[in-house]
Structures are given as C-alpha cells and as structure tokens.
T-cell receptor
Framework: DAGVTQSPTHLIKTRGQQVTLRCSPK?????VSWYQQALGQGPQFIFQ???????QRGNFPDRFSGHQFPNYSSELNVNALLLGDSALYLC?????????????FGSGTRLTVV | AQRVTQPEKLLSVFKGAPVELKCNYS??????LFWYVQYSRQRLQLLLR??SRESIKGFTADLNKGETSFHLKKPFAQEEDSAMYYC??????????????FGQGTRLTINP
C-alpha cells in the first residue's frame, strides 16, 4: 500500500497564476483533508471532502477550492496566487468517523510563488 | 475559538535526561488531543492520543482539563527521539472525520 500520494512534490508559480495539486488517498479511505503548512508553523486546515462534497472548511478565502472524484482522489486548486500562498500543502486521508487518529498524511507538495 | 499553543519552538536535552514538551489548548467543549511527530525526511504521523491513555515509544501525555494542557513526557530521552512534535486538537465537526487544529510545533533535539 503506497499510502497517501501527492503530486507534484515541488512547484514554482508566478503571482496571479492558478495551481492544481493532486492527492490519492490511502486504500480503504474515503475522506480527504487538505492542510497548508507555512514555514515554521503547524499545518492549518483548509477543507475536507467526503462523497465528492466539501464537508468542512477552514478560514481560507474562496481562491482555494477543491474537488473529490468518485475514486476518492482529490484536487486542491488555488487561483490568483499570492506570495503568501507559498507553503507546504499536505493531504490527509481517513475513513469517515475515524476521528483525528485515523489520518494518514502524504509527503506534501511544496509550492513556491514568485 | 479553537487554539493550540506550544510555547517552545526549540527544545534541546541530553540523552538519558527527562523530556517534557508543553501543549496548552483552548476549546469550548470536550476536545480530543493528539501528539503527532515528524522524523527527518518522513511524513507526519500520529504518536499518541489522549483517549487511548497508552505509552508509545516511552512517551506519555495526560490531559489536564483544569489547566487545559496536554504535555508530552518521556523519562529518559533517546537520540532517535529527535524530531518535530506537533500537538493537535480535534473537534468542531458536524460529523465524521474531524479536522485537526495544530500547534506551531516543537523541534526536539537529543544531544549525545
């Protein structure tokens, strides 16, 4: 089992551009959560997807959007990139009802906005 | 508001010495508390959770609701304990898998 797979591993974008990050959950997991981790900070919850719907959302602007596909994989889209969006983006998968201990994290995508 | 505070960004102790990583939280209700760890070049992974009341790799953590703390302790530190440690709180979900609120982390270094 490959666990949670994220792609790409690194990405450099220019201010104002749009970016799409991808996540494949661990086998058997149906829920995907996205976190943003700025340098020197803990991960911050962006949103969570289950049954192809956004179930919860953190304090992030509408420029951040997502999608979940029927095979449970997920995408995170960020529009109109700002320098402050530079961070490590983590995907975590779980089974609904597993609570915080059921999370499996990916290695993350390092996004740099220049 | 849900908040997790880890007052120490860096903590350095000698091998064999006791370790305590501090965590305080703010939550109106009954949260679930966790410690996550990230070893060098590895993914973030769960170390322990307060509900299980277990010891993992010699680490324990007790939830003190009066002081709203969940400090992580180990009586005798080992070099392989060097890592980034995050305290996290779970709560506030309408149902299902709960979101995690993380502290900013403490980098623990065990000196030989």
């Amino acid at each position: 089992d490959a666990g949670v797979t994220q792609s790409p591993t690194h990405l450099i974008k220019t201010r104002g551009q749009q970016v799409t990050l991808r996540c494949s959950p661990k086998s058997g997991h149906d829920t995907v959560s996205w976190y943003q981790q700025a340098l020197g900070q803990g991960p911050q919850f962006i949103f969570q997807y289950y049954e192809e719907e956004e179930r919860q959302r953190g304090n992030f602007p509408d420029r951040f959007s997502g999608h979940q596909f029927p095979n449970y994989s997920s995408e995170l889209n960020v529009n109109a990139l700002l320098l402050g969006d530079s961070a490590l983006y983590l995907c975590a998968s779980s089974s609904l009802g597993s609570q915080g201990y059921g999370y499996t994290f990916g290695s993350g995508t390092r996004l740099t906005v220049v | 508001a849900q908040r997790v505070t880890q007052p120490e960004k860096l903590l350095s102790v000698f091998k064999g010495a006791p370790v305590e990583l501090k965590c305080n939280y703010s939550y109106s209700g009954s949260p679930e508390l966790f410690w996550y760890v990230q070893y060098s070049r590895q993914r973030l992974q769960l170390l322990l959770r307060h509900i299980s009341r277990e010891s993992i790799k010699g680490f324990t953590a007790d939830l003190n609701k009066g002081e709203t703390s969940f400090h992580l302790k180990k009586p005798f530190a080992q070099e392989e304990d060097s890592a980034m440690y995050y305290c996290a709180l779970s709560g506030g979900s309408i149902q299902g898998a709960q979101k995690l609120v993380f502290g900013q982390g403490t980098r623990l270094t065990i000196n030989p």
